[in-house]
């Protein structure tokens, strides 16, 4: 339901909504309502709303706006029930059939969601404007986009209402989401020219310089908009990410407390915890969701927040907690999962054993989202573990063929010739370790693998074809000999072996004393070295 949201700094910009915060306790209009929702301070319009309808309880249009508030707050289902409520006291109210038919197009039902926008264009004889531009926003924000009818709608909106900035600002969005900047400059410039100070078209042109990679002019028209309304929170919220994309954390935090000092409420806290996640800063995301949770464990994109911090954190225990509640609160109030989230699940599950659960919540990742090839690894590495080596081999060669060049990286030719090993087919898992030798000739494991794949070509050692590979890799791996101890000692012990057999004794004599230096209690050395031919 969260097509409406634009792209932000990041996934969970996307994916967690909520903004919210203070305003003028007395203000009693539905132009203030309407300021304070456009200024993203959702609860605090909501008590302005409810005291508008506890006034005048038939009142639709103030059940539409109400409605509205719900919508952008990212809670849909009351949004539904409030328009329902208006049209239920007020038919004549048009824009409630907007609202029901925007929660129509958003869920996918275009064809009932253009029945309902109809209806309120046949209960308003097409003379609103307001109708006009609320169907617009739909047709512009949705994921589904159709910009062309609302540059249609909007220009009638415009017949009926030449002076109106906000037709203006819509259409240059309009525009925008058609990739015709230029076009909605013009647009904003002219509801700017109606209204020099009108701060949203001032924030939608920084929004378009942004998108532009203009962070500049972007920058310029954000400050601008704050100059003229310091309480214009959506203004702090965008310099503030746009000062995160430009590598100025410190200053993309002081820009979130101002906002939050503007609309301090739970909404929020979740967007300003977001931006913390997008920030790479876990640690502060989990404790504002902690923070949060304390006050209000009804929001569940905290799980998902949580879920995604935790797991960032290499917490992998409560990683998987906290997405399997996500996931278990969002099916049950049928919203779907994105593909992050299936990702995150099963890179959880796969951490936590769950490995054939994570494996699946993975592919599911991939088939929404096709670029995420690298999960093929992550779903190889785990079927590596529970040694189902075709498995392994067939999501290593997914990955690799998916891959923008069609080849492997070095661990996947590692992981690969692995697992072509493990199941018994020496051929293509050499085949495999050459590729790594030819991407990272100064690995050792390269050359040690490969050592072990010429052993199976080689059982009687008469060919000597795990030799050059074995030097190999002691030229590389000797430094080190903590960590590859064992396999180094089993390298000494082939090359003993093998030149023993050839009766090359002089190298034989020095595998094997090397051999008895590093494990002086290693019993093939020390019968090795009774060998008169050694002595």
Request: charged share 25%; with cysteine; hydrophobic share 35%.
């Amino acid at each position: 339901m969260k097509s409406r949201i634009r792209n932000t700094t990041s996934l969970c910009f996307t994916i967690l909504l909520g903004l919210t915060g203070p305003a003028t306790l007395n203000a009693q209009t539905l132009q203030d309502a309407i300021r304070m929702m456009e200024n993203e301070q959702y609860e605090s319009a909501a008590k302005v709303y409810e005291k508008l309808l506890s006034a005048e309880p038939s009142n639709g249009t103030v059940d539409y706006y109400y409605g509205e508030n719900y919508f952008r707050n990212d809670m849909p289902d009351k949004a539904q029930a409030m328009y329902q409520k208006g049209i239920d006291a007020s038919p004549a109210t048009a824009l409630n059939y907007v609202g029901l038919g925007k929660i129509l197009y958003s869920a996918g039902n275009i064809p009932d969601a253009n029945a309902d926008f109809f209806k309120a264009k046949t209960i308003s004889k097409s003379k609103s404007a307001e109708v006009f531009m609320a169907i617009a926003d739909v047709y512009i924000n949705a994921e589904v986009k159709n910009s062309k009818e609302a540059i249609n709608l909007l220009n009638q909106a415009i017949m009926l209402e030449p002076k109106n900035p906000d037709i203006f600002t819509l259409m240059g969005d309009a525009y925008l989401e058609q990739n015709d900047g230029n076009s909605a400059i013009i647009y904003y410039d002219k509801a700017l020219d109606i209204n020099k100070k009108f701060t949203k078209a001032i924030l939608r042109e920084g929004k378009l310089y942004s998108r532009a990679k203009n962070y500049n002019q972007a920058l310029d028209n954000y400050n601008k908009a704050i100059g003229i309304d310091s309480s214009f929170a959506p203004a702090f919220r965008e310099r503030a990410e746009l000062r995160f994309r430009a590598g100025q954390p410190e200053r993309a935090a002081a820009d979130y407390q101002k906002y939050l000092k503007l609309n301090d409420n739970i909404s929020a806290r979740i967007r300003y915890a977001s931006f913390k996640f997008a920030s790479k800063d876990y640690k502060t995301a989990i404790e504002e969701i902690n923070d949060i949770q304390k006050k209000d464990t009804s929001d569940m994109n905290l799980y998902r927040l949580a879920g995604y911090s935790y797991y960032e954190m290499g917490k992998y225990p409560d990683a998987l907690s906290n997405m399997e509640k996500f996931s278990n609160k969002a099916r049950k109030a049928g919203k779907k999962l994105v593909e992050t989230d299936y990702e995150y699940l099963g890179k959880s599950q796969l951490k936590n054993g769950k490995d054939s659960l994570g494996a699946a919540n993975l592919n599911q990742a991939i088939q929404m989202d096709n670029s995420k090839t690298d999960l093929y690894g992550e779903i190889a590495s785990a079927c590596m573990k529970s040694k189902n080596y075709r498995c392994a081999i067939s999501n290593y060669e997914k990955k690799m063929f998916l891959s923008k060049d069609g080849a492997g990286a070095a661990n996947d030719y590692y992981g690969l010739g692995r697992a072509y090993y493990f199941a018994k087919d020496s051929v293509k898992a050499d085949s495999a370790f050459a590729h790594l030798i030819k991407l990272q000739p100064t690995l050792p494991y390269g050359y040690l693998w490969s050592a072990f794949c010429n052993i199976k070509f080689d059982a009687d050692s008469k060919k000597g074809l795990a030799e050059p590979f074995y030097e190999k890799y002691l030229e590389l791996a000797g430094t080190d000999l903590e960590k590859n101890k064992k396999d180094i000692i089993q390298a000494y012990e082939y090359l003993g072996y093998r030149n023993m057999l050839v009766k090359n004794y002089p190298k034989a004599k020095e595998a094997w004393h090397k051999l008895k230096d590093i494990d002086p209690e290693n019993a093939k050395a020390k019968k090795a070295l009774t060998d008169p031919n050694l002595k």
